[in-house]
Each structure stands twice: as C-alpha cells, then as structure tokens.
C-alpha cells in the first residue's frame, strides 16, 4: 500500500503585544470611532485577507454580518474564484502581504498560512489576542480545546494567532506485530531513540525463520527529514534572533542517520502492492479518519504519539488551519477579534465544511459517538468500501484523549523547509556529501532568515 501523502503545513507566531484599551461588549482592544473605517452605510469595515477566494469563509461572512449588522466585513484575496495558481504565484503572494503588513495599511485580519510569521514576529507587526480572549464574555471557555490555544502560545504566554480548526499528526503501529514483539511502548514518553530500539526488535521477530523484515517506514528520505526539522525547528533556526544552526554537527549526524536507514532497508521510498510497512506517520483531517486511516493499513491498529527528542516534552502534535491573526495597526481591533471570536461559536463550528477537527470538544464528541454506533450496527465503512465489523470501545476513548490531550507545536517557516528539502535530496542520492549539503542549507537560510 502506497502511503497517502498530506501536505499540510501551517505555522503560528507570537510577537510583543501592541497597546490597546478595552471594549465593550466582551470585547478588547480597538481605537476611538471616528478612527474607525466606514462603508457608505455607514457600517464598521473590517478587511480579512484570505490567500485563496473560499466559499466557507463566504458562508461565515454572511453569518457573521447577520449576527453583527453594524460590521461590514470585506474578504480580499490574491487570486478571483476559479483562477489557478501558477508558478511564482506563492512569491508574489508572500511579498505582497510582507509590504503591506511593513507599510501598516495592511488588512485587519491575515491568515497566515505558509507565511514567514517569524519575521512578523520581529518586527511586532502583529497584536496579542490572549488578553482579547480572556476578557471576552461571549467565549464558553469550558467548551474550548484551550489545549489547542495553550499549544500555540509562546513562552512569553502570549497567543498571537487563532485557529479556525485543526488537524492532528500521529503514528500508527501495526498492533499485532507489536504484541507479537512482546514489545511495551508508552508512547507519552518515548523518545526517538526508544523507538528505534522498539522498531529494531518489532523486525527482528518479524523476520523469524527466514521471513523478509518489513520495513519501519514506507517514505521519501526527504519526506521523513523534513517531518523531523518540523518538530525540531526550534532548535535549528533562532525565532528571536534569526539565527540558523544548520552547518551544526547535530544536523549533519541527523542526515547521516536517516540516509543510513535507507541504506540498510530499515526505511524504504517504495513498498510492494498490498505490502505494509510497521509504522506510518499520518495527518487526520477530520474525526472520521482517526478511525478510517488506521483501518485502511492494519487490521489490529494502535494509535500512537509521536518520538520526541531526550529532553523535550513531547506531546500529541497539532497542524492549525486557517490561522488569523490581528495586525498591530489595525484601528479596528475590537471589531477584528469579534469576528474570531464568532469562529468559536457553535454555528461555525458545526458547519459540515469545516476544514479539520473542531475547537469545540462536544462536536467531536458527537462525531465519534456517531461513529461509534455506525460500527455496532454494522454500517460504517472504509473509502474503500470495507466495513469495519468491530472496535473496542477503549478505542473510542482514545481517540477522544488524543483530541484531548493535543497541543505540541514547533512553528517553523515554510520557506526555509523548501530550501532544506531542495538541498537534501543531493545528499540522499549520493551526489554531495552531508557536511556539503549542510553548509548550502545554512548559507541560503541564513540569506532569507536576513532579508
């Protein structure tokens, strides 16, 4: 079975909060009225900038604006509905937002998707929301993932970006060539080193009598390199000083390490026709796939944390989507956090096009116990038209407290992982050697990370 491939990537920042003083009506923030931008009837104007025109966000704009008549909310976007994106489109679209977030007539909301948060960061050009979230009145706070939001916040406890949903990162194991390794895995714990040794005895007894060992991992060398520099971001590129560590002893080792897994079949690129590999990393979009993805590779699958490094905490590894944040010179801050807040409102959160899993825990609840009853009747089944006949109710709980329990997050920039992942794959076919390749990472990170 060929690995499904979900390229996913998201990123939150943080930055210094800029002064605001407090409104009414629950809210935080904003200026004095006659600051205030005005559509001709006369209505407040709050501009939110989308990458790509999306007809959810027009469902929301509707909603929100019957809710808040005196807000007219105005969507920009690059690119006109139905257009296609074409090469060097992404670029311009950076550039674009960075002069008008540096200019300060950028739009009140951004979503900040793909975008080099970090240099926002540095340059203050985004405000903190965490006062704005917990002084406003409307937010059932009890009814909130607050693992998600305390996930994104950085040390200095600020949360400067907001979610509309999210996504979560896990492995799955083969639980039956586990159990049959006799092999206890607690995944809270497990460091990266814990799990080569438990996946290093998983092959050995599955290769018992002469038997072909299947392979750890079923993925691009680049792939599984890049997934690692997502957790580890911190570590390698400085957020405060822009500082990048890639010409470190600790990231050559990191590319010999990974090339000589390949090299020794631990990991492979390819995996035959019906063949599975014992573990598979994997992005769920929705509810339903905590259950469907597992299923499609192992009849018997176990849901597992990801391997963190000696050290680290570790954690349930979440992917924001849509993240928005408010600029710091907005003069309509007040306005701008009213309609974030009415993304946590149960009349978005329940919109069957949300993107990902939901930030309010009683409507993935509901999701899975819907589920739950499709597999004791017999009714649910796979994209591939398989029935699920039985899952332990344990394993519904788990689901729940992995939702639960989410909020490890590494920001990182999109662009410095483009260059890593251009760079590397010299490495990985033998054409330059790592310490090569390292120091042509470093030298155009280091590039960008100043511009």
């Known amino acids: 079975m060929m690995r499904k491939q979900v390229g996913v990537v998201l990123i939150c920042a943080a930055l210094a909060t800029s002064a ?29 900038s989308l990458r790509n025109p999306d007809p959810f966000f027009q469902v929301i704009e509707k909603k929100f604006e019957e809710k808040y008549p005196d807000i007219d909310l105005q969507i920009q976007s690059l690119k006109q509905a139905g257009e296609k994106w074409e090469p ?26 793909d975008l080099p948060v970090d240099k926002y960061v540095k340059g203050k050009l985004l405000a903190n929301l965490n006062d704005m979230f917990e002084q406003d009145k409307t937010l059932k706070k009890d009814d909130i993932h607050l693992n998600i939001l305390n996930g994104l916040k950085k040390k200095d406890g600020g949360l400067y970006t907001l979610p509309s949903s999210f996504y979560l ?9 586990i159990k049959k390794a006799n092999v206890q895995i607690d995944d809270a714990k497990w460091t990266w080193n814990q799990f080569e040794a438990a996946a290093k005895k998983i092959r050995e007894k ?8 299947r392979p750890v991992f079923a993925d691009d060398p680049g792939v599984i390199l890049q997934e690692i520099i997502m957790d580890r971001y911190g570590e390698l590129v400085d957020p405060a000083t822009m500082k990048a560590k890639f010409d470190s002893t600790s990231f050559t080792d990191l590319l010999k390490s990974i090339k000589k897994t390949f090299d020794e079949k631990i990991m492979t690129s390819e995996i035959g026709e019906g063949e599975t590999a014992l573990f598979y990393s994997e992005a769920f979009l929705k509810p339903r796939e905590l259950i469907e993805k597992p299923y499609e590779y ?21 992917i924001p989507t849509d993240e928005f944040g ?27 096009d949300l993107k990902g899993f939901s ?6 609840d509901k999701k899975l116990d819907e589920i739950q009853k499709q597999v004791k009747a017999g009714t649910f089944k796979l994209p591939t038209g398989k029935p699920v006949k039985s899952i332990p109710d344990e394993q519904f709980n788990r689901y729940k407290e992995f939702i639960q329990k989410a909020g490890s997050y590494s920001a990182y920039d999109m662009k410095v992982l483009s260059i890593i992942g251009e760079e590397a794959g010299a490495y990985f076919s033998g054409q330059k050697p790592a310490e090569e390749v390292a120091k042509l990472i470093q030298n155009k990170a280091t590039t960008y990370l100043n511009e």
């Open 20 to 48: 605001c003083g407090a409104g009414g009506s629950g809210e935080a923030g904003g200026t004095s009225n006659k600051e205030k931008p005005k559509s001709k009837e006369g209505k407040t104007v709050v501009t939110l």
């Open 88 to 113: 060097g489109d992404f670029e311009k679209y950076v550039k674009t937002t960075n002069t008008a977030l540096l200019s300060g007539k950028g739009p009140d909301i951004v979503e900040l998707s």
């Open 169 to 177: 990162r896990t492995y799955i194991g083969d639980g039956d060539s």
């Open 206 to 213: 599955e290769g018992e009598g002469g038997k072909a060992k």
């Open 298 to 318: 192992f009849s018997n699958p176990k849901l597992l944390q990801k391997p963190h490094e000696e050290g680290s905490k570790g954690g349930i590894r979440i």
């Open 326 to 352: 408010v600029t710091a010179n907005s003069p309509v801050k007040a306005e701008a956090w009213t309609f974030l807040a009415f993304l946590y409102s149960k009349d978005v959160q329940s919109l069957q």
């Open 359 to 364: 930030l309010l825990k009683e409507v993935n």
